[in-house]
C-alpha cells in the first residue's frame, strides 16, 4: 500500500510537471476527466488542472483493494502518456511559441454535453461529436438563426449564458481554442513571439489582430481572426482587452443596452468624453481595427448588405473595398436610406481621426510622420485624437512623395468639400453658427458650406477662420468646388477636357463663360465662384500660388488696417482685393515670371465684369447704383462713371482713376481699344508690345495713318483726352517723370484726385526745369491733347478763350501732307502754333503752347538753339522710326536696285533736311507730332 502510494504521488507530481510544459499534452484520461466537468471549468481548465483531477481520480480508486491494480495500470498508462508528452514538448521547445502557449485537449475547447446546453445540444446537434468548438458554431449557428426568425427555436439563458462564458474563455486564452492554436502556429511564431511583449494568452490574439491588419498573416489564421474580431464586433465581452478595461463604464453608462449588434461599444462612444482613459483608448483601438472591413462594422453590415449586394456585388471585403463602394453609391436614388445613414455616421467618424481611414493609414504613415511629424519616429507617436494631421496633408498634398497617399488625401477633400459633417475641425469650430444660422439647411450638396459663406461676417472668429482655412484649400481643384463641378459637368466633358487639374480647369471654364453654348447654370456658378476668388488672392489657387514670394516682398502690409497677416496666418477677414491691387499695381517690380502672367490674367478677367474688381465696386457702389443702373460690364460701368466724373463720390473717383491707369498699362486691359482697333493693331503696330503703354503709343502716332478705322480713331481720341487729365494714366510719363514730379510738383500730385490733369499742368510750368526725357514726355502729352483737342479737358482749357477768339474756323479732323510720314497736324494745335506766342493772352496756354516744341524754335523772333536742337532731334527720330517701318514691310533690295534706292535715300534725306531748315526759320511755325516707337517684339501683340 505505501509503495503504491508512493507511486501515485510520484506520478501526480510528474502529471504537474508535465501539464506545465509547453507544447501538447497526449492523455486519454485527462480528456475524459475534462469532459466529465462543468460548463465554466471546461472553458478555463488548463493542463495543470487536467492532471490534478487525473491524479485526485486516481487516488480514489486506490482505497479499495480492488481498485489498486486499476489505479496502477491507470499510473502506468499516464507515465506512458507522460513519456509521450515529454518527448513532444521537447520538439516543441524548439520552436519560437511562447510559455504562455498551452495546446489544451480537443474537448477542452468545446461545449460540455451534458451541461447548461444539454437540452438544445440534443436538439439541434445531436449528430455532432465535441472538439474544436463544434458544438459551440452549432448553438450559435442556431442562435442566430432564432434572431432571424424572430425567436422562433430560441434557445434557454442558461444555455445562452453558457455559450458566451464559453466565447469570452475562449478569446481570454489562446491555449484552449484549438482551431486558431493550430492555424496560427506558423503566424505566431514569427509575428507574436516576444515573451515580454505578449506574457499572457490573450495578448497573443491582440498581436494577432494588429498584424492581420498589415495585411502579414497566413490566409487560414487570419480567417480566424477575422472571425474572432467579427464575435468582438458584435460584444464587446469577446474582446478580452475592451471587456476588462470599459465593463465598468459600461455597467455605469449602459446597463441597460442589450448585448450584441455592437450596441454597447455604440453606447460607450456616445458617452466617450465620460469613460476613462483606458476605456477610451480600448474602444478607439478596436474602431481602427474595425475600420478596414465593412463585417466588422456590425450595424452598418446589417443595414448595408441588401445594398452591397445590389451596388457592390463584386467587390470583396477588406481595405475598405466595400466600405468605399457603398460611399460611392449613397446618393444614387434607390439606395437605401438606412445604409446611406450607417454610411454617413461612418465617414463622419472616419473624418476625426486619420486612423479610422484605412487609406490614409496605409498609404501615408511616412508621409505623415516625414511632412507633419518630423520628430515622431513612427505613426504611433503621433497623437491619435490630432485632425490637423489631415489638415496638414491636405495643405501639403502636392508635396506628398506616395501618389497614393495624394490620392487619398484628394477623396478625401473632395468629401469635406460636399459636406462640413465629413470636416472634423470646419464641423467643431462652426457648430453653434451652423445651429444659429444655417439651422434650416440640409446637410450635403455643400449647402451648409455655402451658407456659412453668405453669411461670414455674423460668424464667430474660430468659425470665420476654419471657413476661410478651408476655402483656401478648396481653391485648388474644381473636384473641391461642388455646387461649380456639379452645374458644369457636360461643359468640362465638351470645353475642358484636356485640364490636368490645379486651377486649370476652373480657369478654362472662366474663358469660356461667355459662349453661347454654355449652359445658364454652368455660368452662373463659374461667375459667382469668381467673384468669391475676388474677394482674396488666396482664394485664387493659382495666382497665390505663384506669387506668394512677390506679395510677401511688394504686398505684405495691403491688408491693413484690418491687421490680417495672411503671411503668418489667416485671421478669416477677408483682404477685399487689397493684394490684387496692390500686385497690379506694382506688375512691373514683380519678379516672378509666372506671378505676372496670373495677374495679367486676373486683371483682364477684372476688366470684364466690374464685380471682380472689389475696391472699385466697394467705393462706387452707391454711384453705380445710382447713375449707372446694374450692369457688370465693366467697360460700361466706367464708360458711365467717366461721364458723370462730377456727380461721383471722392472715394469712387479716385478708384475710378486707379483703375485707369491699370488699364492704361496695357491695351490688353482696355476692351473697347481692343475690340475697336484689332484690325489696326496688327496693321500698324505688329511686333509692339503690348505692355508699358507701347501699343497705345503706336496707335496714338498713327491716328492720321490711311486706313486707322473711324471706331479706332474714336477709341484713341478719348483714352488720349483721359490720359491728358491724369498723367498715370500716360504710363511713359510717369515712369519718366517720377523724380521731376516730387521735386516741382508734388503738391500738385498729393491733391490730383478728380482727373483734373493738375500735375501735367505744373510739368508744363517748370517744363524747362525737368530732364530730358520728361520734357519729352510732356511735350508729346500736350501734342496730343490739342491734337484731339476737347473744349472741357481741363489741361487744355486755358487755351478756351485764345481759341475761340483767334482759331473760330479750327476743327480737330484735319490733317497735313505731313501725315503720310506719321507726323499728323491738327487744326486746334495748328492754329495755335502759328501764332506769335506774344498773341496767346493765357500764360498757361502760353506755356503748354511753348512745350509742344515747334513753337518754342521762335520765340519773339529770336532763336532758341536749345529747343531747335530738341526738335531736331526728334525729327531724326522720325526717320529712324521711318526706316523701322520700312524694315518691317519686308522689302528686301539687291544689286543696281539697291544701290539705286541708297542714292535715292540719300537725296531724299538732303531733301529733307533742307526742308526742315527752311521750315524752322520761315515765318509759319507749324505743329509737329512726333512719332516714337516702342522697341520691336515679334508676337507681342
Same mark, same amino acid.
Given at each position: 500500500?505505501?509503495?503504491?502510494?508512493?507511486? *501515485?504521488?510520484?506520478?501526480?507530481?510528474?502529471?504537474?510537471?508535465?501539464? *506545465?510544459?509547453? /507544447?501538447?499534452?497526449?492523455?486519454?484520461?485527462?480528456?475524459?476527466?475534462?469532459?466529465?466537468?462543468?460548463?465554466?471549468?471546461?472553458?478555463?481548465?488548463?493542463?495543470?488542472?487536467?492532471?490534478?483531477?487525473?491524479?485526485?481520480?486516481?487516488?480514489?480508486?486506490?482505497?479499495?483493494?480492488?481498485?489498486?491494480?486499476?489505479?496502477?495500470?491507470?499510473?502506468?498508462?499516464?507515465?506512458?502518456?507522460?513519456?509521450?508528452?515529454?518527448?513532444?514538448?521537447?520538439?516543441?521547445?524548439?520552436?519560437?511559441?511562447?510559455?504562455?502557449?498551452?495546446?489544451?485537449?480537443?474537448?477542452?475547447?468545446?461545449?460540455?454535453?451534458?451541461?447548461?446546453?444539454?437540452?438544445?445540444?440534443?436538439?439541434?446537434?445531436?449528430?455532432?461529436?465535441?472538439?474544436?468548438?463544434?458544438?459551440?458554431?452549432?448553438?450559435? /449557428?442556431?442562435?442566430?438563426?432564432?434572431?432571424?426568425?424572430?425567436?422562433?427555436?430560441?434557445?434557454?439563458?442558461?444555455?445562452?449564458?453558457?455559450?458566451?462564458?464559453?466565447?469570452?474563455?475562449?478569446?481570454?486564452?489562446?491555449?484552449?481554442?484549438?482551431?486558431?492554436?493550430?492555424?496560427?502556429?506558423?503566424?505566431?511564431?514569427?509575428?507574436?513571439?516576444?515573451?515580454?511583449?505578449?506574457?499572457?494568452?490573450?495578448?497573443?490574439?491582440?498581436?494577432?489582430?494588429?498584424?492581420?491588419?498589415?495585411?502579414?498573416?497566413?490566409?487560414?489564421?487570419?480567417?480566424?481572426?477575422?472571425?474572432?474580431?467579427?464575435?468582438?464586433?458584435?460584444?464587446?465581452?469577446?474582446?478580452?482587452?475592451?471587456?476588462?478595461?470599459?465593463?465598468?463604464?459600461?455597467?455605469?453608462?449602459?446597463?441597460?443596452?442589450?448585448?450584441?449588434?455592437?450596441?454597447?461599444?455604440?453606447?460607450?462612444?456616445?458617452?466617450?468624453?465620460?469613460?476613462?482613459?483606458?476605456?477610451?483608448?480600448?474602444?478607439?483601438?478596436?474602431?481602427?481595427?474595425?475600420?478596414?472591413?465593412?463585417?466588422?462594422?456590425?450595424?452598418?453590415?446589417?443595414?448595408?448588405?441588401?445594398?452591397?449586394?445590389?451596388?457592390?456585388?463584386?467587390?470583396?471585403?477588406?481595405?475598405?473595398?466595400?466600405?468605399?463602394?457603398?460611399?460611392?453609391?449613397?446618393?444614387?436614388?434607390?439606395?437605401?436610406?438606412?445604409?446611406?445613414?450607417?454610411?454617413?455616421?461612418?465617414?463622419?467618424?472616419?473624418?476625426?481621426?486619420?486612423?479610422?481611414?484605412?487609406?490614409?493609414?496605409?498609404?501615408?504613415?511616412?508621409?505623415?510622420?516625414?511632412?507633419?511629424?518630423?520628430?515622431?519616429?513612427?505613426?504611433?507617436?503621433?497623437?491619435?485624437?490630432?485632425?490637423?494631421?489631415?489638415?496638414?496633408?491636405?495643405?501639403?498634398?502636392?508635396?506628398?512623395?506616395?501618389?497614393?497617399?495624394?490620392?487619398?488625401?484628394?477623396?478625401?477633400?473632395?468629401?469635406?468639400?460636399?459636406?462640413?459633417?465629413?470636416?472634423?475641425?470646419?464641423?467643431?469650430?462652426?457648430?453653434?453658427?451652423?445651429?444659429?444660422?444655417?439651422?434650416?439647411?440640409?446637410?450635403?450638396?455643400?449647402?451648409?458650406?455655402?451658407?456659412?459663406?453668405?453669411?461670414?461676417?455674423?460668424?464667430?472668429?474660430?468659425?470665420?477662420?476654419?471657413?476661410?482655412?478651408?476655402?483656401?484649400?478648396?481653391?485648388?481643384?474644381?473636384?473641391?468646388?461642388?455646387?461649380?463641378?456639379?452645374?458644369?459637368?457636360?461643359?468640362?466633358?465638351?470645353?475642358?477636357?484636356?485640364?490636368?487639374?490645379?486651377?486649370?480647369?476652373?480657369?478654362?471654364?472662366?474663358? =469660356?463663360?461667355?459662349?453661347?453654348?454654355?449652359?445658364?447654370?454652368?455660368?452662373?456658378?463659374?461667375?459667382?465662384?469668381?467673384?468669391?476668388?475676388?474677394?482674396?488672392?488666396?482664394?485664387?489657387?493659382?495666382?497665390?500660388?505663384?506669387?506668394?514670394?512677390?506679395?510677401?516682398?511688394?504686398?505684405?502690409?495691403?491688408?491693413?488696417?484690418?491687421?490680417?497677416?495672411?503671411?503668418?496666418?489667416?485671421?478669416?477677414?477677408?483682404?477685399?482685393?487689397?493684394?490684387?491691387?496692390?500686385?497690379?499695381?506694382?506688375?512691373?517690380?514683380?519678379?516672378?515670371?509666372?506671378?505676372?502672367?496670373?495677374? *495679367?490674367?486676373?486683371?483682364?478677367?477684372?476688366?470684364?465684369?466690374?464685380?471682380?474688381?472689389?475696391?472699385?465696386?466697394?467705393?462706387?457702389?452707391?454711384?453705380?447704383?445710382?447713375?449707372?443702373?446694374?450692369?457688370?460690364?465693366?467697360?460700361?460701368?466706367?464708360?458711365?462713371?467717366?461721364?458723370?466724373?462730377?456727380? *461721383?463720390?471722392?472715394?469712387?473717383?479716385?478708384?475710378?482713376?486707379?483703375?485707369?491707369?491699370?488699364?492704361?498699362?496695357?491695351?490688353?486691359?482696355?476692351?473697347?481699344?481692343?475690340?475697336?482697333?484689332?484690325?489696326?493693331?496688327?496693321?500698324?503696330?505688329?511686333?509692339?508690345?503690348?505692355?508699358?503703354?507701347?501699343?497705345?503709343?503706336?496707335?496714338?502716332?498713327?491716328?492720321?495713318?490711311?486706313?486707322?478705322?473711324?471706331?479706332?480713331?474714336?477709341?484713341?481720341?478719348?483714352?488720349?483726352?483721359?490720359?491728358?487729365?491724369?498723367?498715370?494714366?500716360?504710363?511713359?510719363?510717369?515712369?519718366?517723370?517720377?523724380?521731376?514730379?516730387?521735386?516741382?510738383?508734388?503738391?500738385?500730385?498729393?491733391?490730383?484726385?478728380?482727373?483734373? /490733369?493738375?500735375?501735367?499742368?505744373?510739368?508744363?510750368? =517748370?517744363?524747362?526745369?525737368?530732364?530730358?526725357?520728361?520734357?519729352?514726355?510732356?511735350?508729346?502729352?500736350?501734342?496730343?491733347?490739342?491734337?484731339?483737342?476737347?473744349?472741357?479737358?481741363?489741361?487744355?482749357?486755358?487755351?478756351?478763350?485764345?481759341?475761340?477768339?483767334?482759331?473760330?474756323?479750327?476743327?480737330?479732323?484735319?490733317?497735313?501732307?505731313?501725315?503720310?510720314?506719321?507726323?499728323?497736324?491738327?487744326?486746334?494745335?495748328?492754329?495755335?502754333?502759328?501764332?506769335?506766342?506774344?498773341?496767346?493772352?493765357?500764360?498757361?496756354?502760353?506755356?503748354?503752347?511753348?512745350?509742344?516744341?515747334?513753337?518754342?524754335?521762335?520765340?519773339?523772333?529770336?532763336?532758341?538753339?536749345?529747343?531747335?536742337?530738341?526738335?531736331?532731334?526728334?525729327?531724326?527720330?522720325?526717320?529712324?522710326?521711318?526706316?523701322?517701318?520700312?524694315?518691317?514691310?519686308?522689302?528686301?533690295?539687291?544689286?543696281?536696285?539697291?544701290?539705286?534706292?541708297?542714292?535715292?535715300?540719300?537725296?531724299?534725306?538732303?531733301?529733307?533736311?533742307?526742308?526742315?531748315?527752311?521750315?524752322?526759320?520761315?515765318?509759319?511755325?507749324?505743329?509737329?507730332?512726333?512719332?516714337?516707337?516702342?522697341?520691336?517684339?515679334?508676337?507681342?501683340?
Amino acid at each position: 500500500m505505501a509503495k503504491s502510494s508512493r507511486i *501515485l504521488l510520484c506520478l501526480f507530481l510528474g502529471s504537474i510537471v508535465l501539464a *506545465l510544459l509547453p /507544447g501538447p499534452v497526449h492523455s486519454e484520461d485527462a480528456a475524459n476527466a475534462t469532459a466529465n466537468a462543468s460548463a465554466e471549468a471546461a472553458a478555463a481548465a488548463a493542463a495543470a488542472e487536467s492532471a490534478r483531477a487525473t491524479a485526485e481520480a486516481v487516488a480514489k480508486a486506490a482505497e479499495s483493494e480492488a481498485a489498486k491494480d486499476e489505479a496502477a495500470q491507470k499510473a502506468a498508462e499516464e507515465a506512458a502518456g507522460a513519456s509521450g508528452a515529454d518527448k513532444g514538448a521537447e520538439e516543441e521547445s524548439q520552436s519560437s511559441i511562447p510559455p504562455a502557449i498551452v495546446k489544451a485537449e480537443k474537448e477542452a475547447s468545446d461545449i460540455v454535453p451534458d451541461g447548461a446546453c444539454k437540452k438544445e445540444i440534443a436538439a439541434f446537434c445531436s449528430d455532432l461529436a465535441a472538439g474544436n468548438r463544434t458544438l459551440e458554431k452549432c448553438l450559435t /449557428g442556431q442562435v442566430e438563426l432564432a434572431k432571424a426568425q424572430g425567436g422562433k427555436g430560441s434557445m434557454s439563458p442558461d444555455c445562452l449564458q453558457e455559450i458566451y462564458n464559453f466565447k469570452i474563455e475562449l478569446y481570454k486564452n489562446i491555449s484552449i481554442n484549438n482551431e486558431m492554436a493550430e492555424a496560427c502556429k506558423a503566424d505566431i511564431a514569427q509575428f507574436c513571439n516576444d515573451g515580454f511583449l505578449y506574457p499572457e494568452p490573450g495578448n497573443i490574439l491582440a498581436c494577432l489582430r494588429e498584424t492581420r491588419g498589415s495585411g502579414k498573416l497566413s490566409d487560414g489564421c487570419a480567417e480566424l481572426v477575422l472571425e474572432a474580431e467579427e464575435e468582438a464586433a458584435a460584444d464587446f465581452r469577446m474582446d478580452p482587452q475592451l471587456h476588462a478595461l470599459c465593463s465598468n463604464d459600461a455597467a455605469k453608462f449602459c446597463k441597460d443596452v442589450p448585448q450584441g449588434e455592437g450596441l454597447v461599444q455604440e453606447c460607450l462612444r456616445q458617452h466617450r468624453s465620460s469613460l476613462n482613459w483606458d476605456c477610451q483608448a480600448e474602444l478607439f483601438r478596436q474602431e481602427v481595427e474595425n475600420a478596414d472591413d465593412v463585417r466588422l462594422n456590425v450595424r452598418l453590415f446589417k443595414a448595408c448588405l441588401a445594398d452591397k449586394r445590389r451596388f457592390c456585388p463584386d467587390v470583396i471585403p477588406g481595405d475598405a473595398r466595400v466600405k468605399d463602394c457603398l460611399e460611392g453609391h449613397r446618393e444614387d436614388s434607390d439606395f437605401s436610406k438606412q445604409c446611406k445613414a450607417e454610411i454617413i455616421k461612418m465617414m463622419e467618424r472616419r473624418a476625426s481621426d486619420f486612423r479610422l481611414d484605412p487609406g490614409l493609414r496605409k498609404y501615408c504613415h511616412r508621409d505623415i510622420v516625414e511632412t507633419c511629424y518630423p520628430d515622431a519616429d513612427d505613426i504611433s507617436d503621433v497623437a491619435s485624437w490630432d485632425s490637423r494631421v489631415i489638415e496638414c496633408l491636405q495643405d501639403y498634398r502636392r508635396e506628398l512623395k506616395d501618389p497614393r497617399c495624394r490620392q487619398q488625401v484628394h477623396l478625401l477633400t473632395q468629401r469635406a468639400a460636399e459636406d462640413t459633417r465629413f470636416d472634423h475641425p470646419l464641423q467643431q469650430a462652426c457648430h453653434e453658427d451652423r445651429e444659429t444660422l444655417c439651422a434650416s439647411v440640409a446637410d450635403g450638396h455643400a449647402r451648409v458650406f455655402m451658407c456659412l459663406q453668405e453669411n461670414r461676417q455674423k460668424l464667430k472668429p474660430v468659425c470665420r477662420t476654419a471657413l476661410f482655412e478651408q476655402e483656401i484649400r478648396y481653391a485648388e481643384d474644381i473636384d473641391f468646388k461642388f455646387p461649380m463641378r456639379e452645374a458644369c459637368q457636360d461643359e468640362m466633358q465638351r470645353l475642358c477636357k484636356d485640364e490636368k487639374g490645379g486651377g486649370d480647369t476652373i480657369a478654362c471654364l472662366q474663358q =469660356h463663360v461667355g459662349d453661347e453654348d454654355m449652359g445658364e447654370r454652368c455660368k452662373e456658378e463659374v461667375k459667382k465662384d469668381e467673384e468669391r476668388s475676388a474677394q482674396d488672392f488666396r482664394l485664387n489657387y493659382k495666382l497665390n500660388r505663384a506669387c506668394f514670394s512677390d506679395v510677401q516682398h511688394l504686398c505684405m502690409h495691403s491688408c491693413e488696417p484690418k491687421n490680417d497677416s495672411f503671411v503668418s496666418g489667416p485671421t478669416g477677414d477677408l483682404c477685399g482685393g487689397r493684394v490684387l491691387q496692390c500686385l497690379a499695381g506694382n506688375a512691373s517690380s514683380i519678379a516672378s515670371a509666372e506671378c505676372r502672367e496670373e495677374v *495679367l490674367y486676373f486683371q483682364q478677367r477684372e476688366v470684364g465684369d466690374v464685380l471682380l474688381d472689389v475696391p472699385l465696386q466697394r467705393a462706387c457702389e452707391a454711384d453705380i447704383g445710382a447713375l449707372c443702373g446694374l450692369q457688370r460690364d465693366h467697360s460700361k460701368v466706367l464708360s458711365c462713371l467717366r461721364q458723370h466724373r462730377e456727380q *461721383l463720390k471722392p472715394e469712387c473717383r479716385e478708384e475710378e482713376l486707379r483703375f485707369s491707369a491699370m488699364e492704361a498699362s496695357d491695351i490688353r486691359l482696355t476692351p473697347s481699344l481692343m475690340n475697336a482697333c484689332g484690325l489696326e493693331l496688327h496693321v500698324f503696330c505688329r511686333g509692339v508690345p503690348p505692355s508699358e503703354g507701347k501699343a497705345f503709343r503706336c496707335l496714338q502716332t498713327n491716328l492720321a495713318r490711311e486706313g486707322m478705322g473711324v471706331a479706332c480713331r474714336s477709341e484713341v481720341e478719348l483714352a488720349t483726352v483721359r490720359e491728358s487729365q491724369f498723367y498715370e494714366g500716360d504710363v511713359a510719363l510717369a515712369l519718366q517723370c517720377h523724380t521731376d514730379i516730387a521735386t516741382s510738383c508734388s503738391d500738385a500730385a498729393n491733391s490730383e484726385a478728380d482727373g483734373d /490733369g493738375e500735375v501735367i499742368a505744373c510739368l508744363a510750368q =517748370h517744363y524747362d526745369g525737368l530732364t530730358g526725357k520728361c520734357q519729352t514726355e510732356v511735350s508729346f502729352l500736350v501734342r496730343m491733347a490739342l491734337w484731339v483737342y476737347q473744349p472741357a479737358n481741363p489741361l487744355t482749357l486755358p487755351c478756351a478763350d485764345d481759341i475761340t477768339a483767334l482759331c473760330p474756323n479750327a476743327t480737330s479732323s484735319s490733317t497735313s501732307s505731313l501725315a503720310a510720314k506719321g507726323i499728323v497736324l491738327a487744326a486746334v494745335g495748328q492754329c495755335l502754333v502759328d501764332q506769335p506766342l506774344a498773341k496767346l493772352g493765357n500764360g498757361s496756354c502760353r506755356q503748354l503752347v511753348a512745350v509742344v516744341g515747334v513753337a518754342g524754335a521762335h520765340v519773339g523772333g529770336v532763336v532758341d538753339e536749345a529747343r531747335l536742337e530738341s526738335t531736331l532731334a526728334q525729327i531724326a527720330e522720325l526717320g529712324a522710326m521711318e526706316q523701322q517701318q520700312r524694315e518691317e514691310e519686308g522689302m528686301e533690295l539687291t544689286g543696281w536696285v539697291a544701290l539705286l534706292a541708297m542714292f535715292a535715300l540719300a537725296v531724299l534725306l538732303i531733301g529733307a533736311g533742307v526742308y526742315a531748315y527752311h521750315r524752322f526759320f520761315s515765318p509759319t511755325r507749324d505743329y509737329t507730332l512726333v512719332v516714337r516707337e516702342g522697341d520691336v517684339k515679334e508676337g507681342d501683340v
